[in-house]
């Protein structure tokens, strides 16, 4: 009878296992090593120079990148064939990194930076295709049509700008990147989207390793180049899944978001009414004003990163068990309508009572 010789296989959830933590350990690996290089690079955001006990270094999105990438070579290696949609998401964010990280180093007009974003979105849409319908659960599904070129494309540049523009106080961008990024990446892989699960799972992993460094009292920010790359790759690999899969994605995306899109519309949308420049910086964001009113970056990120994983749990959990559609449905709607609603409150509250900033406390104006 011959040996039986036990399998080397690990089970698949210890195979993702042990790559997240890979990519969170070599990300918070990275970023530390990125304070002192960055410090020494004169690479120092302006805004801490005087609020802060120490000058604080930009740049930190950059390991999270380093991570991304190492992932999509590890995609690529294990299957050529089914990775080639999400390098099509990736090569065009790597392009946003680019000019990102030269504005990190030394300003470049919004309005060129803008067109990059645009630029690069046009790229990953012709390639990957549009969106064309909109999964809504119970209710049904919503038929984008001839919409659905310049929507996709306004989608990309959208998420681009929002994680961008939110990324101004310490811990916020990190926490939320790391829960829209697991909601993607648990959602990509029931819908059979191994590369982009590996992709979106890199950066759950590269924002949860980099918050070792960012987490309140932070010794290292994002930086354009990070917050830009993230935004642009979540919204990207949104459209990366199987056409058939992508009315199921986009919620997913959409809801587990909510509290940036929320935000940034609403900042966007006051702006615009008061006759203020879009393209100029500002303080007047809801997490921003929680902050000027006396909230700590701690408790700002938290909620805001809570709010983003409660909503993102929603929406995966009906791509395990249908049968629990119509909560999640329900819940999907209800929760960016209360959640935004208690962060206008919140707002509400915190400018009836004005605090003294304690050094380092105050918000960035759009990092």
Same mark, same amino acid.
């Given at each position: 009878?011959?040996?039986?010789?036990?399998?080397?296989?690990?089970?698949?959830?210890?195979?993702?296992?042990?790559?997240?933590?890979?990519?969170?350990?070599?990300?918070?690996?990275?970023?530390?090593?990125?304070?002192?290089?960055?410090?020494?690079?004169?690479?120092?955001?302006?805004?801490?120079?005087?609020?802060?006990?120490?000058?604080?270094?930009?740049?930190?999105?950059?390991?999270? $990148? /380093?991570?991304? &990438?190492?992932? =999509?070579?590890? !995609?690529?290696?294990?299957? *050529? +064939?089914?990775?080639?949609? #999400?390098? %099509?998401?990736?090569?065009?964010?790597?392009?946003?990194?680019?000019?990102?990280?030269?504005?990190?180093?030394?300003?470049?007009?919004?309005?060129?930076?803008?067109?990059?974003?645009?630029?690069?979105?046009?790229?990953?849409?012709?390639?990957?295709?549009?969106?064309?319908?909109?999964?809504?659960?119970?209710?049904?599904?919503?038929?984008?049509?001839?919409?659905?070129?310049?929507?996709?494309?306004?989608?990309?540049?959208?998420?681009?700008?929002?994680?961008?523009?939110?990324?101004?106080?310490?811990? $916020? /961008?990190?926490? &939320?990147?790391? =829960?829209?990024? !697991?909601?993607?990446?648990? *959602? +990509?892989?029931?819908?059979? #989207?191994? %590369?982009?699960?590996?992709?979106?799972?890199?950066?759950?992993?590269?924002?949860?390793?980099?918050?070792?460094?960012?987490?309140?009292?932070?010794?290292?920010?994002?930086?354009?180049?990070?917050?830009?790359?993230?935004?642009?790759?979540?919204?990207?690999?949104?459209?990366?899944?199987?056409?058939?899969?992508?009315?199921?994605?986009?919620?997913?995306?959409?809801?587990?978001?909510?509290?940036?899109?929320?935000?940034?519309?609403?900042?966007?949308?006051?702006?615009?009414?008061?006759?203020?420049?879009?393209?100029?910086?500002?303080?007047?964001?809801?997490?921003?004003?929680?902050?000027?009113?006396?909230?700590?970056?701690?408790?700002?990120?938290?909620?805001?990163?809570?709010?983003?994983?409660?909503?993102?749990?929603?929406?995966?959990?009906?791509?395990?068990?249908?049968?629990?559609?119509?909560?999640?449905?329900?819940?999907?709607?209800?929760?960016?309508?209360?959640?935004?609603?208690?962060?206008?409150?919140?707002?509400?509250?915190?400018?009836?009572?004005?605090?003294?900033?304690?050094?380092?406390?105050?918000?960035?104006?759009?990092?």
């Amino acid at each position: 009878m011959p040996a039986v010789v036990p399998s080397m296989m690990m089970p698949p959830a210890l195979v993702w296992f042990a790559g997240v933590l890979v990519a969170f350990i070599a990300a918070a690996m990275l970023t530390s090593r990125l304070v002192g290089i960055l410090l020494r690079a004169g690479v120092i955001d302006a805004s801490t120079v005087a609020g802060r006990p120490r000058p604080v270094p930009r740049g930190g999105g950059l390991a999270i $990148i /380093a991570v991304v &990438v190492g992932a =999509a070579l590890v !995609a690529t290696i294990r299957d *050529a +064939a089914t990775a080639g949609r #999400a390098m %099509a998401a990736l090569m065009p964010a790597m392009l946003v990194a680019a000019v990102s990280w030269r504005d990190d180093i030394s300003p470049l007009p919004a309005r060129l930076r803008l067109a990059v974003h645009l630029l690069a979105a046009i790229v990953a849409v012709a390639i990957l295709g549009p969106a064309e319908r909109v999964d809504l659960g119970t209710i049904g599904s919503l038929d984008i049509g001839a919409w659905g070129w310049p929507l996709s494309v306004l989608w990309i540049v959208g998420m681009t700008n929002a994680f961008n523009f939110m990324d101004g106080i310490d811990g $916020i /961008a990190g926490i &939320v990147v790391m =829960a829209v990024g !697991a909601a993607v990446a648990v *959602a +990509a892989a029931v819908l059979d #989207a191994p %590369a982009v699960a590996t992709l979106a799972a890199a950066v759950a992993a590269g924002a949860g390793g980099f918050l070792t460094v960012n987490w309140p009292p932070a010794r290292i920010f994002m930086g354009d180049v990070g917050s830009t790359f993230c935004g642009f790759l979540l919204g990207a690999l949104t459209l990366a899944v199987d056409g058939d899969s992508v009315p199921r994605m986009l919620p997913v995306t959409v809801v587990s978001s909510w509290p940036f899109l929320f935000d940034t519309i609403a900042t966007v949308l006051g702006r615009l009414v008061r006759g203020h420049d879009l393209l100029r910086p500002h303080r007047g964001h809801c997490y921003q004003r929680l902050v000027a009113g006396g909230w700590s970056h701690r408790a700002t990120a938290s909620l805001y990163g809570g709010l983003a994983a409660f909503a993102g749990a929603i929406v995966v959990a009906p791509l395990y068990d249908p049968t629990v559609l119509d909560a999640a449905t329900a819940l999907a709607i209800a929760t960016p309508l209360v959640g935004g609603t208690l962060i206008a409150v919140l707002v509400g509250i915190a400018a009836r009572r004005p605090v003294r900033q304690a050094a380092g406390s105050a918000p960035a104006a759009d990092r």
